[in-house]
Structure formats: structure tokens, C-alpha cells
């Protein structure tokens, strides 16, 4: 029993140290350099959903000990009045990254107004510059899923060097940057989609795998090979036995955690982790745009 409890990785946990060493480094760029990072989020319109990340967002930067700053527009804005504001908040030296969050009203171009963005301040790591820098080994910033991610697998295995990784879905924002990364980390990659052929027979070769599909409980506990560790990014909503609605994530996961040596739970797996890296990303964003070591802030720099 003790040892299956073991098998869950807390997110929630992983990523309330993961705030508490970003703000002692944000301390200590105050103290040392007079530096208080500042990050500007961008909305567009009153999706609810999207006003609650927006509020949290806000509210975790400033327990951070850094400057939250939330520029709202109305729904019906044009894309030349957004590209402005995003233009400002480039300019504006208080601000040291900048999120717009997504998705936009359908009056916008997505991709125009993400490569508007200077990809210094790219917090997101969407700008086809990092993306870029990503997938040659340069200095990127890196979407925060995939990256919070990362830091729970090497938290729980260390080196990562050889292992089989697969990663089922390829979208830009979570499959392809975590690929990305695992081969930096050199793995071993396949990345599967809807059209791979026998997708069981793929998983079931991981040592790591990470599910990012948006389909509820595809992953079964009999594709997961023993001891395998299992990312669930999968936030779905479904109808409970009881009629309300509950989260589950894209691995089976009262199933797999029979099976794996590791599995991160929905909620309270990789969700809580993708704002701790906003917050991570926006501090080594300051301290590149200051030439500052992030090791040279003390308490290791993630
Ligand atoms: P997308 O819809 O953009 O991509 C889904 C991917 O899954 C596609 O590549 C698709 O393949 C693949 N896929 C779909 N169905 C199957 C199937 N039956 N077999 C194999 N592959 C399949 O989703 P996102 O990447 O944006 O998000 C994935 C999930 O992660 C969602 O549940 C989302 O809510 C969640 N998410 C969670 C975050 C967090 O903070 N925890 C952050 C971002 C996302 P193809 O390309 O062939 O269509």
C-alpha cells in the first residue's frame, strides 16, 4: 500500500517548491541587483476559464515577489490594437515577460500576434525563435507543460540517457517541445499521433510516457510496461456516475498506477506545475535579459 503511494507524483507538492525557490532567487535579484521581475498577461475577451488562470496567474507572480501586470481587452478588439499592446509591453522595460493567453477571439491571428512578441520576453516559449533555438540545442525559453514536465522526470530518474520515451500527441504547445526535450535529454523518442499504427504495442516499449491526446482514459494500464514512468497532461471533463463532472486525465489511471513505477495523477499532477514554470520561465527570462547566471542567485536554478 505504502509503496503504490510512492507510485503518485504530488505536482501540487513539486510545484509549491518549485514557487518557494523562484521567489527566494526573485529575493535575492532584488537585494543583489535592485531587479524585480515583471510579468504582463495579456487577455483578450471574458472566457471564464480563461479569467481564472488569468487571476491566478496574478496572483502566484505577486506571491513570487514579482510585478503582475494584466492588460484586459474587450472581446470585439482587432488584431492591430492587440499587436499595439503587445508592442508596448516590448518596450516597456518594467516588463520582463510577456503571456497573451490563448485562445483568441477569431478576429485575431493567433501565430501574428505570438511572433509580435520579442522572443526574450517570450514566457511562453510559442515564438518561432524558440521554438527554433529548442529544436537546435540553443538558449530557449521553453513552453512551461513540457517543462514542468521535465523537472518532475529527472526529479524522479535523474539521468535520462537512453531510456525509451513516447509521447502520444504532437501538438505544438505540449507533444512537440516535449520531445524536443527528451532527446536533449537523450532519450530514445517516438512521438505517436492518430494515425500511429498499434499504439499499445508503442507504449508499451516506454520507460517514459507522456500522454497529451485530450481523449479521457485512452492510455489502459495493460500498454504501460512495468516500472514505467507515466506524465498524464490530459485535463478532461467528464460526467461522473453521480452527475457531475469530474477531471480525468488521458491514462486509465486507477489502471496504471498498478503498473507504473511512477505516474503523476489528474488533477494535481502536471496542471499545477505548468504556472510554477511561467513563474520559473520569467525569472530566467530577467536574469538573460540582465546577463545574470540564474546559478548565481543561490538555491539552484531549476
Ligand atoms: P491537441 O488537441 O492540440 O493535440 C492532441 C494530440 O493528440 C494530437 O497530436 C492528436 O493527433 C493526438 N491524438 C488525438 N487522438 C488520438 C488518438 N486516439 N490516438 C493517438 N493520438 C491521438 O491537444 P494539446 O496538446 O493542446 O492538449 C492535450 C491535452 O493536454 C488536453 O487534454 C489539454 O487539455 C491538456 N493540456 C494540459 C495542460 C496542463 O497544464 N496540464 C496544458 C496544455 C494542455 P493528430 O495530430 O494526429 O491529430
Not at 472581446?75 to 508596448?88: I, K, P, Q, R
Not at 493567453?101 to 524558440?130: C, M, W, Y
Not at 471533463?237 to 511512477?262: F, M, P, S
Request: charged share 20%; with cysteine.
Amino acid at each position: 500500500m505504502t509503496e503504490r503511494a510512492e507510485v503518485r507524483i504530488d505536482g501540487k507538492a513539486f510545484a509549491e517548491r518549485v514557487r518557494a525557490r523562484v521567489a527566494e532567487q526573485v529575493a535575492v535579484l532584488r537585494g543583489r541587483h535592485g531587479i524585480v521581475p515583471g510579468l504582463a498577461v495579456v487577455l483578450v475577451g471574458d472566457d471564464p476559464a480563461s479569467e481564472i488562470y488569468v487571476r491566478n496567474k496574478g496572483k502566484q507572480t505577486e506571491a513570487a515577489g514579482m510585478q503582475s501586470l494584466q492588460i484586459r481587452l474587450p472581446a470585439d478588439t482587432d488584431e492591430a490594437t492587440l499587436l499595439a499592446a503587445v508592442n508596448d509591453l516590448n518596450g516597456d522595460r518594467r516588463v520582463n515577460g510577456i503571456l497573451v493567453q490563448l485562445p483568441l477571439p477569431s478576429q485575431i491571428d493567433t501565430e501574428r500576434v505570438i511572433a509580435a512578441i520579442d522572443p526574450a520576453k517570450d514566457v511562453d516559449g510559442f515564438h518561432p525563435i524558440n521554438v527554433g533555438r529548442l529544436m537546435s540545442g540553443g538558449e530557449a525559453l521553453v513552453p512551461c507543460t513540457p517543462l514542468g514536465c521535465m523537472m518532475m522526470l529527472q526529479d524522479r530518474l535523474g539521468d535520462l540517457g537512453g531510456l525509451e520515451a513516447v509521447v502520444v500527441g504532437r501538438s505544438n504547445i505540449v507533444g512537440k517541445p516535449m520531445a524536443a526535450l527528451l532527446l536533449k535529454a537523450n532519450c530514445t523518442v517516438t512521438v505517436a499521433h492518430s494515425r500511429t499504427r498499434d499504439l499499445p504495442g508503442v507504449c508499451r516499449r516506454a520507460d517514459i510516457l507522456v500522454a497529451a491526446t485530450g481523449r479521457p482514459e485512452m492510455i489502459r494500464g495493460d500498454w504501460i510496461k512495468p516500472g514505467a514512468m507515466v506524465i498524464d497532461v490530459g485535463i478532461n471533463r467528464i460526467a461522473g456516475a453521480d452527475g457531475k463532472n469530474r477531471l480525468v486525465g488521458d491514462v486509465a489511471y486507477a489502471e496504471a498506477v498498478e503498473v507504473a513505477g511512477g505516474i503523476t495523477p489528474v488533477p494535481g499532477g502536471v496542471g499545477p506545475m505548468t504556472i510554477a514554470c511561467l513563474l520559473q520561465n520569467t525569472l530566467t527570462a530577467t536574469c538573460r535579459q540582465h546577463g545574470i547566471d540564474p546559478a548565481d542567485l543561490g538555491a539552484g536554478s531549476g
